[in-house]
Every structure is written in structure tokens, then in C-alpha cells.
């Protein structure tokens, strides 16, 4: 084992001092005006891009956020037990967080949103692939910042995706007291620190930054796998919930397609669409139908989709009104 570490020191990574980078980490982990600025505006880019549903917008964000700035040092100085840089990293990660939840709540707030779109409900259910991507994100930024060359712009838009928009919605979910949307955005919020911080260590270790007798003492790997072992649960449980949701939404889409309203020729389903935050599910279907649908035809709807997948729906039919014409009309 001995002899294995020190090929992996041998081959380290690393191409800068370990003295020049707690420097360079230490600076990028101050408290600093810019830090501020920077982090408001993306903050702010994020919550606005979220509420008109911008994808465009959100990425704008993502790219000045400097968050993944002092959780490198973060990680840093987990591994050598750098109480100074520690501090320092600590306290600008969670000034951020609060700055940027405060904010976006604010936001919220004053819009009032009538309901979520799709950019937010996205960052609602976390799974395990989320912690693979920030486990890569990570990576790629540890090995940037240990290699001068790779230069920022790749981690700073890798991180910035990770972790800016999760806060914002947490945000603005709480705003609207959605409750269920607000732990969701959070526990991706935790998942993409955690993750992103052990691949930073792993990357430091790699680049022999890390002795092996402190590594020995450090409790930062004990620590972070046991918080990484902590998430696998739910967001496990989140993953396959998210498989059989998508298996439920496509046998959703093949009865409705196939077998309902068979007796209506006028009918034309476009869009289905689930809600599962609602108790039960409410599934909406955008058709266009020549006249319009009542009430009984609905109710035969949900008592098919719930005979046929053995749980309730609450279906919505949202009728764009179309006229049938063929050569048949021609007088």
C-alpha cells in the first residue's frame, strides 16, 4: 500500500508549488467586493432566467457565478488542515449562499409566481446522476486550478451550473411556500458541494499536494465519503422514482393515444404532461377536437388511466378548437 502511494506522489499531477497554490487558493477565498458583486448579479441573472423560463439566461449566470472559487479551497484545506484557509473558504461559501437564497427569496417575493416552469422543476429531483456531474465538474476544476495551462473557463462554467440555480429556486420556492420543490433544490444544492469537494481532494491527492502520513491523519476523506454514502440513499430512491415516472408518463401517453376518446374522430391529442407534485398526479392533455369535451368524458378518462395503472389521475383536457374540412363539404 506504502509503495503504491508513493508511485502515485511520483506521478502526481501537480505542476505548481504547493506553497504558490495556498496562496492563490487563499486569495480567491477572501470576502472581496468583486466576489460580492459577481455573485449577486449571477444570483439575480439565475433567479430571473428561472422565473420567464430562459435557459439562455440561466447560462449567462452560470457563467460569472465564483462560487466553485473558495470551495476549491475549501477542499484544499480540508485535506492539509489549513485552519486559516478553511475559515476563510468557509465563510465565503456561506456568505454566498445566504446572499444568493436571500435575494432570489426577495424576487420571489415581489413577482409571486402563478406557477413553476420547466428550468426550475428540472432542479427538483436530484438523482444520482447529478452527483456524478459534480463529482466530474469537480474534478475538472481541481485539475485546472493545479494546472495553470487549463486556465478557469472551463471549471468556472462546469461548477457555476452546478451550483448557482439550485439556490435560486430554493429560493424562490420558499417564497411561494412550496415546501416539496424547496428541499429538492436543496438537497441538490448539498449534493453538488459534497460531490465537487471530494473530486477536488482526490484531484489535490493525485497531485501530490498531500503527504502520506497527513492524509493519514486528515479526517477530510472520512468525512466526505461518508456524506457521499449518505446521499447514494435518496438519491437513489430519487433516481428510480425518476425511471418510473417515465415509465408510468409513456404508458400514460399510449393509452391516451391509443385507446381514449376512440369514439372521438375530431380529436387530437399534441402534448401530454404530468404533474407529480400534486396528491393525486394531475395529467394535462393538450388536444384539438372540432367540439368541445364534457365532463363524463373526462371522468371515462380517469377511471381508465386508474383501472389500467392501478393508482388515481387527476386528468385535465386543455381544448384548442379546430374545424373539420374535406371535399365532402364542397356544395
Known sequence: MKRSWQIVQKLGLGAIPILKLRESLIQESNLTQNYLVLTLGSCLLATFGLIINSAAVIIGAMIIAPLMLPLRGFAFATLEGDIELLRRSFFSIIFATFLSFFCSGIVGLIISLPEFGGEILSRTQPTLIDLLIA?????????????????????????????????????????????????????????????????????????????????????????????IILLTVPLGI????????????????????????????????????????????????????????????????????????????????????????????EE
Open 135 to 227: 463529482i466530474v465538474a469537480g474534478g475538472i476544476s481541481g485539475y485546472a486550478k493545479i494546472q495553470p495551462s487549463v486556465g478557469d473557463a472551463i471549471p468556472g462554467t462546469a461548477i457555476a451550473v452546478a451550483l448557482m440555480p439550485p439556490i435560486c429556486v430554493f429560493g424562490l420556492a420558499l417564497s411561494q411556500g412550496e415546501w416539496q420543490i424547496a428541499s429538492g433544490a436543496g438537497l441538490l444544492y448539498c449534493t453538488n458541494l459534497i460531490g465537487i469537494n471530494l473530486a477536488c481532494i482526490i484531484i489535490y491527492v493525485l497531485g501530490g499536494y498531500a503527504k502520506s502520513n497527513e492524509l493519514a491523519r486528515t479526517l477530510s476523506w472520512t468525512v466526505s465519503l461518508l456524506l
Open 238 to 329: 430519487s433516481f428510480w422514482q425518476l425511471i418510473n415516472k417515465a415509465r408510468i408518463h409513456d404508458s400514460i401517453h399510449k393509452i391516451l393515444v391509443t385507446r381514449s376518446l376512440v369514439n372521438r374522430r375530431d380529436v387530437s391529442i399534441f402534448n401530454i404532461r404530468v404533474n407529480w407534485n400534486k396528491t393525486p398526479p394531475v395529467v394535462i392533455v393538450k388536444v384539438r377536437a372540432a367540439k368541445p369535451i364534457d365532463p363524463q368524458e373526462v371522468e371515462i378518462v380517469e377511471n381508465r388511466l386508474k383501472n389500467e395503472l392501478n393508482n388515481p389521475y387527476k386528468v385535465i383536457f386543455e381544448v384548442t378548437p379546430t374545424s373539420i374540412i374535406d371535399s365532402s363539404d
